[in-house]
């Protein structure tokens, strides 16, 4: 699976980042969706949650033992579009984790000769795939229930 399948995605009608270097050039649609989506300034609504980087999910602060403050319920509401954060180097380094799923490492040799902090960069965003395909998949098998419960209602009628 491509990395793109499992993470948020920009709706890509908002103009990209030449909308962002040249919003005179926008429609007002594309413009609407700009606000929207969070591609230039947080917007009101979360685009997506994440695992909250300070407790790590656990909802405790590694800081002092107490609730963390940093999140709700583990996760953080970002309210951003995901392109927005994604700079060069994070990109070069998403193409490499694409990569190291498929065997193929950035440096010559095995797991144990590639740096620790690509490694570490390769544990969170394989934990955030999979928890944004576990959610789709938990949503899907609810949806396939619900419709299953109302075709049996519809049955016994």
Same mark, same amino acid.
């Given at each position: 699976m491509s990395l793109s399948e499992g993470l948020p995605r920009c709706p890509q009608d908002c103009g990209g980042r030449l909308g962002a270097m040249y919003p005179e050039s926008l429609t007002p649609q594309q413009a609407q969706q700009r606000r929207l989506f969070g591609c230039d300034e947080p917007s009101k609504a979360p685009q997506y949650t994440i695992t909250c980087p300070r407790c790590d999910g656990s909802r405790i602060s590694s800081v002092d033992g107490e609730k963390c403050d940093h999140c709700s319920g583990g996760l953080m509401r970002i309210h951003r579009c995901p392109t927005s954060y994604v700079d060069q180097d994070i990109s070069v380094a998403l193409r490499h984790y694409e990569h190291a799923e498929a065997g193929?490492?950035?440096?010559?040799?095995?797991?144990? !000769?590639? /740096?620790?902090?690509?490694?570490?960069?390769? &544990?969170?965003?394989?934990?955030?795939?999979? =928890?944004?395909?576990?959610?789709?998949?938990? !949503?899907? /098998?609810?949806?396939?229930?619900?419709?299953? &419960?109302?075709?049996?209602?519809?049955?016994? =009628?």
């Open positions: 193929i490492f950035p440096e010559p040799g095995g797991l144990l !000769d590639q /740096a620790p902090s690509f490694l570490h960069f390769c &544990s969170v965003v394989g934990g955030e795939v999979a =928890r944004v395909q576990k959610e789709e998949s938990d !949503d899907r /098998a609810a949806k396939q229930k619900a419709k299953s &419960s109302a075709a049996k209602v519809r049955g016994k =009628r």
